[in-house]
């Protein structure tokens, strides 16, 4: 059976998105939760460090309205997404041969702009093959598979960082085209080598994987035109609602990125394998609430998630300020995971609500380019306050301050979301829906 035959799913995701999904996934979970711990390796600075962060704030973000918009506008979004995810993620190959922290921000930089290519077309396609009433359950069962095999990933690659010497044995393994296949590098860097060389060959075989997916048929009869940028943001209404309440929490969460690593490599010691467990235990939580939580969207609106998932990040930087074991990072991030969960998939669910059809890449791209903006003068604001309050505080005084100062930055932007309007009516409401498994609960406890 060939992509063309593909039964229709009724609404619901087809397997092969799963796989898709869970295959570029995994080769994230390879790498992106090590970056900042490569940089601290390497001995950025805490400007280089923000620097860092801000560019991988910035660069995916910057060209997706061209993407999604021009995904719009030809169709082939799967050749953007291929193309995006391939390049995107062979170029994190490559970060092993840069040698100092300038040169590892200019290749982020290029490695997040070619992954920006397939952010929205992804999100453009997968929106194309859901119903509307389905969107927050199946992108809450697609979370939920992805950051499992996230999850693996980044705990098969904290494992591997532990044993430094499985690098020379499978080098000594190949014999003569060891060093061929292997090029050798710094020795520091040997314990990224695999997880990093891995994300490569796996962004090959998801790549070819997408070409498989059918894409919904469009109506080619309809003239699409390039849909303006400055319009989305323009024009009165929800979207640009969304936007202008996003920006004062989306620069309150930025400013805490370039720290957390601090906290957990040079306050706490953390090894690879401890901050791969911290990264999953995230992904864990994430996995186990996105998708009641995605169901629970669909019943009550997107809203209600919104509230709850931001309204619980401002815990995250406090827990790690005042963090004096491993174990308090570990909530953190639990936290994080259930945030992420109630959150995450409850915006794009509402873009999809709040957007025309055949504009959603352009809608999702224009979102994630502003948002993107926003959190690059976050993370830039924060490395500029951080060596200041270096001057005074000291290293730990001033990466203390920065992590307080966006949790109560947070925990006020947070109510800013209650201005968002849900653009449809639901069937129940959270409260109703809270006092119904109240008395499920309750009714059984006496059974």
């Known amino acids: 059976m060939t992509d063309h035959d593909e039964p229709p799913m009724n609404g619901r995701l087809p397997p092969r998105v799963y796989l898709v999904g869970s295959l570029t996934r995994f080769a994230q979970g390879l790498y992106m939760p090590f970056l900042g711990t490569y940089m601290v390796d390497m001995g950025a600075s805490y400007g280089e460090l923000s620097a860092f962060r801000s560019v991988g704030n910035i660069a995916p973000t910057i060209l997706q309205p061209l993407w999604g918009a021009g995904s719009d506008k030809v169709g082939h979004t799967k050749a953007f997404v291929v193309f995006g995810t391939l390049t995107g993620l062979f170029t994190v190959y490559l970060f092993l041969w840069a040698s100092t922290p300038f040169e590892m921000i200019v290749l982020y930089a290029i490695q997040s702009l070619l ?30 598979v992805t950051s499992i095999a996230s999850l693996v990933a980044t705990l098969i690659a904290g494992f591997i960082a532990g044993f430094p010497a499985v690098l ?23 314990i990224y080598y695999i997880p990093f060389y891995v994300t490569a060959l796996v962004g090959i075989v998801s790549s070819l994987i ?23 943001l323009s024009q009165p209404g929800d979207f640009r609602r969304l936007c202008a309440v996003a920006t004062f929490f989306s620069f309150a969460m930025s400013m805490a990125w370039p720290y957390f690593v601090v906290v957990q490599r040079v306050w706490l ?79 794009t669910a509402y873009i999809y609500d709040i957007s025309p059809e055949d504009e959603r890449g352009a809608y999702l791209s224009v979102y994630n380019t502003f948002t993107g903006i926003v959190f690059l003068s976050g993370t830039f604001m924060a490395g500029i306050l951080g060596e200041w309050f270096v001057t005074f505080l000291g290293s730990h005084g001033a990466v203390f301050a920065m992590l307080v100062l966006s949790g109560v930055l947070r925990f006020v932007a947070a ?32 059974v």
């Open 415 to 446: 109510f800013m979301f209650v201005f968002l309007r849900e653009p449809r009516q639901y069937k129940s409401t959270l409260r109703a829906e809270i006092y119904a498994f109240l008395g499920r609960r309750l009714g059984g406890d006496r």
């Open 115 to 144: 992954l920006s290519i397939q952010i929205p077309t992804w999100l453009s396609l997968i929106g194309g093959l859901m119903d509307e009433k389905y969107r927050g359950e199946e992108l809450g069962k697609l979370t939920m």
């Open 269 to 347: 010691s953390n090894t690879l394998l401890e901050i791969a467990i911290a990264s999953a235990i995230m992904s864990i939580f994430t996995v186990i609430f996105t998708t009641p939580l995605g169901r629970l969207s669909d019943r009550v609106g997107r809203k209600p998630l919104i509230l709850i998932g931001r309204g619980t990040l401002f815990l995250v930087p406090l827990l790690y300020a005042f963090a004096t074991t491993t174990l308090m990072i570990y909530i953190a991030n639990a936290i994080a995971g259930f945030a992420i969960a109630g959150a995450f998939n409850a915006l």
């Open 168 to 190: 020379p044995f499978v080098r000594a393994m190949l014999g003569d085209w060891g060093s061929v296949l292997l090029p050798p590098v710094d020795q520091w860097k040997e």
């Open 210 to 232: 997408a070409l498989t997916i059918k894409e919904k048929p469009r109506n080619d009869s309809v003239r699409r035109g390039f849909p303006p940028m400055f319009r989305l």
